[in-house]
């Protein structure tokens, strides 16, 4: 039914809201404990120009695909877009790890590494 629809997208942007949230608080600190020197700078420009960037094509991106095939595959072609991404998760280094510093930035760049070739 369609109030019940509602209701449970509602919940699921809101939920998807404290995400976002907590994301563009937790990143900074971390690139600030792992992020080369030289690069913290660009790393969070980065971060922080593709939350706009993003939002806008965003919309533009769920406007077309409204008009064409529907807006419900916006979440198909997301899943597979951020597949990869959720694969490399894996690859992090656990939580123990992150007390040490320097230890836990060679870890994250050898995991990342594949990402360059």
Known sequence: DAPG????FLAGRALSGVGEAAFQCIV?????????AAYKGLCLALFY?????????GYEFGALL????GWGWAFLLE????APFAALAF?????SALSARPAA???LLAAAAPLQQ
């Open 79 to 82: 899943a597979a877009a951020m």
């Open 49 to 57: 120009t593709a939350i706009p960037v993003g939002t806008a094509i």
């Open 5 to 8: 629809a509602f209701l449970l």
């Open 91 to 95: 690859r992090l280094p656990p939580a």
């Open 28 to 36: 900074p600190p971390y690139v600030e404990d792992f992020a080369p």
């Open 66 to 69: 409204a008009e064409g095939p």
């Open 105 to 107: 930035a060679a870890s």
